[in-house]
């Protein structure tokens, strides 16, 4: 499902900050039983860092969302976005990536290395805050 974003929210991103401040207001788009539910989001960027889409690509459980490499890029190789940025919500709020956060996004960049699609970032967000694998060096 392709996010639909108003002019003043295609900007140029430049740090996660970005990133979460329009991912927030997505996620808060949805009602409290909406927002209970783990969604996976991919951004595309353009090579200026430009949002060229945001594509909701699971929408799980409580618990977790199921997200394949071909779902995370599928939209960018069709296309041609040559960076991404991976986004999924916590509905308890945590903001740690637990082992199965961490190994998918191991695998999702490894993935975007052989397509030549770089993952810059997987954040984690909740109503309040964000976690960012960049920052913490962990991509």
Do not use: C
Request: no cysteine.
């Amino acid at each position: 499902m392709n996010v639909r974003l108003s002019k003043d929210q295609k900007i140029k991103i430049g740090s996660p900050e970005d990133i979460y401040a329009i991912m927030q207001k997505i996620l808060l788009r949805e009602n409290r039983l909406g927002r209970a539910k783990e969604h996976f989001w991919v951004i595309g960027l353009t090579f200026k860092h430009q949002i060229a889409y945001i594509e909701l690509v699971s929408l799980g459980s409580i618990s977790a969302a199921i997200v394949t490499p071909l779902e995370i890029f599928s939209l960018a190789v069709s296309k041609k976005s040559p960076k991404v940025v991976l986004v999924h919500n916590h509905p308890s709020g945590s903001l740690e990536p637990s082992k199965v956060d961490r190994a998918l996004t191991e695998k999702i960049v490894a993935g975007g290395k052989i397509l030549e699609v770089a993952v810059l970032d997987h954040l984690i967000i909740s109503e309040t805050g964000y976690y960012s694998f960049a920052q913490h060096q962990l991509l």
